[in-house]
């Protein structure tokens, strides 16, 4: 079975940094570009960034852009997301999905809150 | 960026009946590639979105038949032909020809 299990996500102040991690499971980790989508609390969904199976490439909002970075570690199933210089704005759940841009994430982890204040 | 525009914002249906949402997209669809990539997502209420439909019109494995989708260029519609109760929650196109874009959502409530 196909899992996704996000962490990382708690309240920090803004400035602050913080890394959040997807663990993939019951598929082949290495050959799936993968994806980060949020949902500020109440609303739609913001793609986030997303990067190529082997790490090559990577992709990332405009509004993240120079604060946040996607990364893999396909010897650890994992995928994260490094948030610095983050902003009330930031306040999300952060999904993390299998998949790229194009067809979309499928499936998608249960997410992990992050919240974003003083 | 692309503009997702979907219609209507909320959709009350009878159970049993048909549902139509409607996405329309600022800019075409149509990759160089020659593929459109126009997706559809469920949200159940307190879940992670699930994909119902990649590029316009296939059902990902699991997904009932009665949900289908439809569309070319810059308007695609995703139809429900029998609303049952589990098919409660909110909708949203994405567009993953460009920089990837999602819709507003619709939310689908039972009279």
């Known amino acids: 079975e196909v899992q996704l299990v996000e962490s990382g996500g708690v309240f920090v102040q803004p400035g602050g940094s913080l890394r959040l991690t997807c663990a993939a499971s019951g598929f082949p980790f290495s050959t799936y570009w993968m994806s980060w989508v949020r949902q500020a609390p109440g609303k739609g969904l913001e793609w986030v960034a997303h990067i190529k199976e082997d790490g090559s490439q990577t992709y990332h909002v405009d509004s993240v852009k120079g604060r946040f970075t996607i990364s893999r570690d396909n010897a650890k199933n994992s995928l994260y997301l490094q948030m610095n210089s983050l902003r009330a704005e930031d306040t999300a759940v952060y999904y993390c999905?299998?998949?790229?841009?194009?067809?979309?994430?499928?499936?998608w982890g249960q997410g992990t809150l992050v919240t974003v204040s003083s | 960026d692309v503009v997702m525009t979907q219609s209507p914002l909320s959709l009350p249906v009878t159970l049993g009946q048909p549902a139509s949402i409607s996405c329309r997209s600022s800019q075409s669809l149509v990759h160089s590639d020659g593929n459109t990539y126009l997706n559809w997502f469920q949200q159940r209420p307190g879940q992670s979105p699930r994909r119902l439909i990649y590029?316009?019109?296939n059902r990902d494995s699991g997904v009932p038949d009665r949900f289908s989708g439809s569309g070319s260029g810059t308007d695609f519609t995703l139809r429900i032909s029998r609303v049952e109760a589990e098919d409660v929650g909110v909708y949203y196109c994405?567009?993953?020809?460009?920089?990837?874009?999602f819709g507003g959502g619709t939310k689908v409530e039972i009279k």
């Open positions: 590029r316009v019109s």
């Open positions: 994405m567009q993953g020809t460009h920089w990837p874009t």
């Open positions: 999905g299998r998949g790229g841009s194009k067809s979309g994430p499928d499936p």
